[in-house]
């Protein structure tokens, strides 16, 4: 991966979108870990980490963050058509109701949060309107900060692996030094799934995560639950 210069603004507003403390409930979903560790498939490090890797390889983050991508482009433009066809395509594309669920009240609280905070982008909330996934308010905020997008998608999926492995050290539970080298160890993936996906044409998004989309649909049936997914 190429080296990416950011001002200090554009480096500050990344890691405000990128950092556990966004007011959009991120902590509280575990796309389905939570039913992988229920069911012993994910029991320790070295179980998460190869979820994480394969999620990353071939997972449905990989195409979040390519529609993110794509309401990036859209954003720059002021295209609200596109803003509205990635968002609904990605709405079909969710597997389950919880992790579609998840995305649309991530969404939500991001959109809201950034229309307070910068009222000039109202005009892109308007157009896309309500349900809004969160990839695509995500893409929105880092067009109308001009922020480099392979340092966006960079921090896109850092996040995400933030909080999954934070959910693990939880569910597992893991030390938390244990979750610090799980997090050092995937920066190398993080850096070639931002490659990967910015080189996807839009005929080539597809995902392979059954395991994910069944752990995901037994959620909601389980006894009991520390996460919403």
């Known amino acids: ?34 039913t992988l560790v229920e069911n012993g ?3 320790d490090q070295l179980t998460l980490q190869h979820w994480l890797e394969s999620e990353l ?17 859209s954003a720059k433009v002021g295209d609200f058509k596109a803003l509205c066809y990635w968002n609904a395509w990605l709405s079909a594309a969710r597997e389950t109701e919880e992790l579609r669920a998840s995305s649309w009240q991530m969404g939500r609280s991001l959109i809201r949060l950034l229309t307070e905070l910068q009222p000039q982008t ?22 109308h900060w001009d922020i480099n997008i392979k340092a966006a998608l960079l921090g896109y999926l850092h996040s995400w692996v933030t909080n999954l492995i ?14 610090q080298q799980l997090l050092l160890f995937l920066q190398p993936l ?17 995902c392979c995560s059954w395991g994910l989309s069944l752990a995901s649909m037994k959620h909601q049936t389980l006894y009991t639950r520390l996460f919403r997914s």
Not at 166 to 179: D, E, M, N, S
């Open 57 to 73: 390889r071939y997972g449905t983050i990989r195409l979040e963050a390519a529609v993110m991508v794509r309401a990036y482009q």
């Open 166 to 179: 934070t959910g693990g050290v939880k569910l597992i539970p893991l030390g938390q030094t244990a979750g």
């Open 190 to 206: 993080l850096t070639t799934a931002v490659e990967e996906v910015l080189s996807l044409e839009d005929d080539e998004l597809s």
């Open 122 to 143: 109202k005009c892109f909330a308007d157009a896309v309107g309500n349900p809004c996934n969160y990839a695509i308010a995500f893409g929105i905020a880092v067009a």
């Open 1 to 34: 991966m190429d080296t990416v210069t950011l001002t200090n603004s554009h480096l500050l507003c990344l890691l405000q979108l990128a950092s556990p403390a966004l007011p959009v409930g991120a902590y509280s979903y575990s796309e389905g870990l939570e």
């Open 41 to 43: 498939t994910i029991n």
